[in-house]
């Protein structure tokens, strides 16, 4: 329900709000299923986290990155592995459009957020290296995925 | 909106999101009304701020407050002020009854809570004297008024 009102873009939240609804929603998400999905042993993949936070509400929308460090400290749940897939821009509109799916608030933002959000994803990964890896999207479906299985194979010590 | 949410009691957040949402519900507050206001050199006065949320959801619900404390850091914003009306819990629920109106979420909690959102309410008056007072309110709406026009004369400097 609140992700449904951040992404519908009906209510002119400030974004203190906004971001403090996402972690909110977050924090729902943490508590119900991934927490006891860890707890049962369970791998768990989310397709955003807390750097989304980061990227859209810290970078591209200017807000309070050191809140938002705080806020993500504060869940005490951190990934061991956070896969960036990264694509140029105008690449990354056309695959939206051509899914034909209505656009969501954020995606309304056009070019110019988006090259503050890629910017804001390439920087988190680049900070944090351990964690983050960045893996180039400019490429067929079955590259990418095989690029993702790699990581998680290398990053996790799966056999390969 | 966010408040009627977390004030009827319909959904069941867990107490993290609970937090997290009344925090965005005062960060809508204070960038809208409260920034402005202060901004114009208006004085402004609130029923409750931060320490609303770390008396209920830290002491009463045994949530995060070391959390709770962040959150109110991350505000920016701290009360010249602050007035805590303590009064005995019996007291205040019959108060409460006597008002005539629906009991709201926290206030359906009953006596046990409210015994435990005093002892909140008073340790962060304890812990904080240069900010808040605590105002005893077991007495005649005059007389409670009195001092607090008192508290606010004297704390501010204006003349008697």
């Known amino acids: 329900m609140l992700r449904g009102l951040l992404l519908s873009g009906e209510l002119d939240w400030s974004l203190p709000t906004e971001t403090l609804l996402h972690f909110a929603a977050r924090a729902e998400h943490v508590e119900r299923a991934i927490r006891p999905a860890l707890a049962a042993g369970t791998w768990v993949?989310?397709?955003?986290?807390a750097d989304s936070t980061m990227a859209y509400q810290g970078h591209a929308q200017g807000g309070d990155r050191a809140a938002i460090a705080s806020l993500t400290e504060m869940m005490r749940l951190r990934p061991d592995l956070t896969l960036v897939l990264?694509?140029?821009?105008?690449?990354?509109?056309?695959?939206?459009?051509?899914?034909g799916a209505p656009a969501d608030r954020y995606e309304r933002l056009g070019e110019g957020f988006f090259a503050r959000v890629r910017e804001g994803f390439r920087a988190?990964?680049?900070?944090?290296?351990?964690?983050?890896?960045?893996?180039?999207?400019?490429?067929?479906?079955?590259?990418v995925a095989d690029a993702v299985w790699q990581a998680v194979r290398t990053r996790s010590g799966l056999p390969a």
């Open 45 to 49: 993949v989310c397709d955003r986290f």
């Open 86 to 99: 990264d694509l140029d821009v105008a690449a990354a509109m056309a695959r939206l459009h051509a899914r």
């Open 124 to 143: 988190i990964a680049a900070a944090d290296p351990a964690r983050c890896l960045l893996i180039p999207a400019d490429r067929p479906e079955a590259d």
